[in-house]
């Protein structure tokens, strides 16, 4: 009988820690789509035109236009671990004049790392994180 039980307290711990417990994976791919139909412009999944820290993102980079022209880079990162390390990333390769203000143009949630090019109005802003899909 103990057996059973120890049986069953070790199953429960293995199904518990795999559960969803944790953050959608957001995808450059699955994200893209709804950017485009919320107005965004120039939506672009290519390496080549997603920037440089972006192009090496696990789970793609993303750039686009939101209405009114504000560019949006998103990288989306392995987990939310690796999106820590990717905003360190973005830090220490900013120009040092854009270093200051980096927090009102950076973004993140989950694994997804946002990058505008100047400060997002709470409906550009609100609009992309809504957009995040995995």
Not at 21 to 46: E, H, I, R, W
Request: hydrophobic share 45%; aromatic share 6%; glycine share 10%.
């Amino acid at each position: 009988m103990l057996r059973v039980i120890v049986l069953a307290a070790i199953c429960a711990i293995v199904v518990a820690g795999c559960g969803g417990g944790g953050s959608p994976t957001y995808t450059a791919a699955a994200t893209a789509p709804c950017l485009q139909d919320n107005g965004f412009t120039s939506v672009t999944t290519k390496a080549a035109k997603v920037g440089f820290i972006a192009s090496f993102a696990t789970h793609g980079g993303l750039f686009a236009n939101a209405p009114g022209g504000n560019g949006l880079t998103i990288a989306f990162a392995a987990d939310e671990t690796d999106a820590a390390s990717t905003e360190s990333a973005y830090r220490k390769h900013a120009p040092a004049s854009l270093r200051p203000h980096l927090n009102d143009v950076m973004e993140s949630q989950g694994n997804a790392v946002l990058v505008w090019t100047v400060s997002p109005s709470a409906h550009q802003l609100s609009t992309a994180l809504g957009c995040l899909r995995s």
